[in-house]
């Protein structure tokens, strides 16, 4: 090549050969030639070994291929690159450009955009489905003793899951008590049936709210914090230090912060069960009913049966968002906008997690007539 500024194809057409020097004008033109190079399978060649003179306005232009490729989801290879090139583009290629709100002309429900969103949630449950197997596995190793688990960590996790949360359980707890007794208490009023609504808040609360009120507090709260604390972690390579130690990262940080959440999630199921009823009993006299009616009825309603059923979904409820939590944490990237997304991603899994598995529970329920 001359030492004007070159660009073509090579002979078979599956690399870009770019030469000369490019600190001077007019420049050749690169996207017409990457297009056609796009049409080719396997990695995306660029040959810049015969560049003479690096410019800024060069490096732009591959910038933007690679940028072009990355669009295309396909790899691209710089050859014959100086290290120094090499490590600027792998830095400003480092994080993918935001998409912002932009949409293709097709819309955002064309097919192969469904296409990908549901390729996507299938690679997202399979490996949630491997995620989980590895944390049973590690589960019952720790059970069998053959585990590398902290105690010290253990415990802190069952102070995390457990009395710290008193305070945010304790008043939602009592706010869903009383909103479950004023909707129930409006409309058994018209009957003069105001004393059935300790019937409504008990069952209510044994059997779905206080379980699923409880379950959604602590994805906002523990399952995040789960997720941050793996997360800054991750970021902070400790968890590839704890590998590079023979340590299984899973016995190690995931078993105690799941065992912690499924042991004390039953308690608070029944700390907030108790208090909804209390709420409940609050709005029921402001209608009317007196304490020992409340309590009568009480008596009448709960069951073990309603009891048992909130107690298994609190099981079922926090081994979902222990889950959701610690797989978001251990699969972040490595910088500080990973942590962010990491949380994010545990608290909305979680969420979508707890509704699907109260629906199918509640169908299971009334197929057994349970």
Not at 27 to 45: A, I, K, R, S, V
Not at 165 to 191: C, E, N, P
Not at 279 to 289: D, K, L, Q
Request: proline share 3%; with cysteine.
């Amino acid at each position: 090549m001359s030492e004007t500024a070159q660009a073509s194809l090579s002979t078979n057409g599956d690399q870009l050969l770019i030469g000369g020097d490019w600190s001077v004008s007019p420049l050749p033109t690169l996207d017409p030639l990457f297009e056609t190079l796009l049409e080719t399978q396997g990695p995306l060649n660029i040959d810049v070994g015969a560049v003479k003179q690096w410019d800024p306005r060069l490096e732009a232009k591959l910038l933007h291929l690679q940028r072009r490729a990355f669009a295309e989801q396909r790899d691209i290879e710089y050859l014959g690159a100086p290290d120094t090139q090499t490590q600027l583009m792998k830095l400003a290629t480092a994080v993918a450009p935001y998409a912002g709100t932009a949409t293709t002309s097709s819309g955002i429900f064309s097919l192969k955009n469904l296409r990908t969103t549901l390729a996507e949630i299938g690679d997202d449950l399979l490996e949630s489905l491997e995620f989980l197997g590895a944390t049973v596995n590690a589960v019952f190793r720790t059970l069998l003793g053959r585990s590398g688990m902290r105690r010290r960590e253990f415990i802190e996790s069952l102070a995390q899951a457990g009395p710290q949360a008193i305070g945010i359980i304790t008043l939602t707890s009592v706010l869903v008590g009383m909103i479950l007794a004023y909707l129930g208490a409006a409309q058994l009023q018209q009957f003069g049936a105001a004393v059935f609504v300790a019937d409504l808040v008990a069952i209510g609360m044994l059997r779905e709210m206080g379980a699923l009120m409880t379950a959604i507090v602590m994805a906002g709260r523990t399952g995040a914090a789960y997720a941050a604390q793996l997360s800054t972690m991750q970021s902070n390579e400790e968890i590839d230090a704890i590998s590079t130690l023979g340590i299984n990262p899973l016995d190690f940080l995931v078993v105690p912060r799941v065992l912690a959440l499924i042991l004390m999630m039953p308690l608070l199921v029944i700390y907030a069960d108790a208090l909804g009823i209390v709420g409940g009993a609050v709005v029921a006299g402001s209608m009317g009913v007196t304490p020992l009616q409340y309590a009568s009825q009480l008596g009448t309603a709960i069951t073990m049966t309603h009891f048992l059923v909130g107690i298994v979904k609190g099981l079922i409820f926090a081994a979902l968002i222990a889950t959701a939590g610690c797989r978001a944490g251990m699969n972040a990237g490595r910088n500080s906008e990973a942590v962010g997304r990491a949380t994010t991603e545990a608290v909305v899994t979680a969420v979508v997690y707890l509704i699907v598995a109260d629906a199918a529970i509640n169908i299971l329920c009334q197929l057994l007539g349970i």
